[in-house]
């Protein structure tokens, strides 16, 4: 494509394109007014009308509605992956063979541990950066908590609880990322898992409505779950979405995260602390806006592999694969977990049941 007068400085950027363009997508590409050396080059979306009302001033000549006409006009250096989870691995397949060495994509990785791992291994073999945006802890409110708990406030970790509304793939991801970063990825070792409704099979993210389950991790920190809408019956209805709660329970103290309020933390020997300085618009803002800085600065690293650590964005799959094996046999399963054979129909038999 032909650089515009004006556009010289463009060339030396790193160009950044958008595929899928809905409301998360914005999001994605707000961070960039923050971001000089980089920049959305170019969007794409199956959906014609989402496609031209995208705001921003990329021209309608770098707006496509499909993977091929954009790669016949350009090869992405990073590509935000924002569509429903179901349609990557084929996007991600055609993009790793034509060239794209970077890419940030959207919670969940996928719904099945089989295809989270085949895009784990395609990004390995081109050596392309894979960056999972589980964007959470790096908000300022859950760092401050971390900081408390690294500095003793609430005594070594004796269990760990996450709920959220949304479905175990929709939004059970982001909190079994959030146990992990708490209890420092260390690894699990084994889990027990129950789930119930047939109901969300079909919806953009395919899972099971809800999920209950418990996860033993080494050195003997457990973490207990509940997924699901209700989850919680302690979410105030208009919090739904941010109703995500993290408790962590120590040998002298809890701290009580919820995403709506920041965090309380309440302790044998001190004033109840609360998290005055909450504020989730701006600290999600800007959240996203390092994940994208640092998933920038690695697509220059001469190892984009490593600085994305493939490893690390299985991890919540794999969990929650291992906890559909417990429910599924009413059996302890061990980490690591193999995937299930034909994941999809096994769910529609046993939560039909
Ligand atoms: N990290 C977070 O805090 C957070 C918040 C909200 C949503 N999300 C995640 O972001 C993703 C997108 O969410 P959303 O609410 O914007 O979804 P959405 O369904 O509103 O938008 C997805 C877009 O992808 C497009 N699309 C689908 N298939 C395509 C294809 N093959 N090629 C090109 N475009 C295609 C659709 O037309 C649609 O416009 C989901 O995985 C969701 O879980 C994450």
């Known amino acids: 494509m032909q650089a515009r007068p004006g556009e010289e400085r463009a060339e030396k950027m790193i160009k950044s394109t958008i595929i899928g363009c809905g409301a998360r997508a914005i999001e994605h590409a707000a961070s960039y007014k923050n971001i000089p050396e980089a920049a959305i080059w170019a969007i794409c979306d199956s959906n014609l009308e989402r496609l031209r009302a995208f705001p921003g001033a990329i021209p309608a000549e770098r707006r496509f509605s499909d993977i091929e006409s954009l790669l016949a006009n350009f090869t992405p250096d990073l590509v935000h992956l924002v569509t429903p989870p179901t349609v990557r691995l084929a996007i991600i397949t055609r993009l790793v063979s034509a060239g794209t060495k970077a890419f940030i994509i959207e919670k969940p990785l996928a719904c099945s541990l089989a295809e989270a791992q085949q895009i784990v291994t ?80 079909t919806a953009a993210h395919p899972s099971p409505e809800w999920m209950l389950g418990r996860i033993l991790f080494e050195g003997g920190a457990a973490v207990d779950l509940v997924f699901g809408d209700i989850a919680d019956p302690r979410v105030d209805p208009a919090h739904f979405w941010v109703g995500c709660r993290v408790e962590i329970v120590g040998a002298k103290g809890v701290i009580d995260h919820k995403l709506s309020h920041g965090y309380r933390i309440i302790t044998e020997d001190m004033p109840v602390i609360v998290d005055a300085a909450f504020n989730y618009g701006e600290e999600n803002a800007q959240a996203q806006l390092d994940l994208t800085r640092r998933a920038i600065a690695a697509v220059s690293a001469a190892d984009r592999v490593a600085a994305g650590n493939g490893d690390a964005a299985l991890l919540p799959i794999a969990l929650l694969e291992g906890l559909i094996a417990s429910a599924s046999q009413n059996a302890i399963v061990d980490y690591p977990v193999a995937p299930i054979p034909d994941l999809r129909r096994r769910l529609e038999e046993r939560l039909a049941q």
């Open 122 to 201: 395609l990004c390995r073999q081109h050596g392309a950066l894979l960056v999972v945006n589980h964007q959470l802890p790096l908000m300022g409110s859950y760092r401050r908590a971390k900081q408390f708990l690294e500095e003793g406030a609430i005594g070594a970790v004796e269990r760990v609880r996450v709920s959220c509304n949304g479905s175990p793939y929709e939004q059970g991801t982001h909190m079994l990322d959030l146990a992990s970063f708490f209890l420092g990825g260390i690894r699990p070792q084994r889990m027990l898992g129950q789930m119930a409704g047939a109901g969300k099979l």
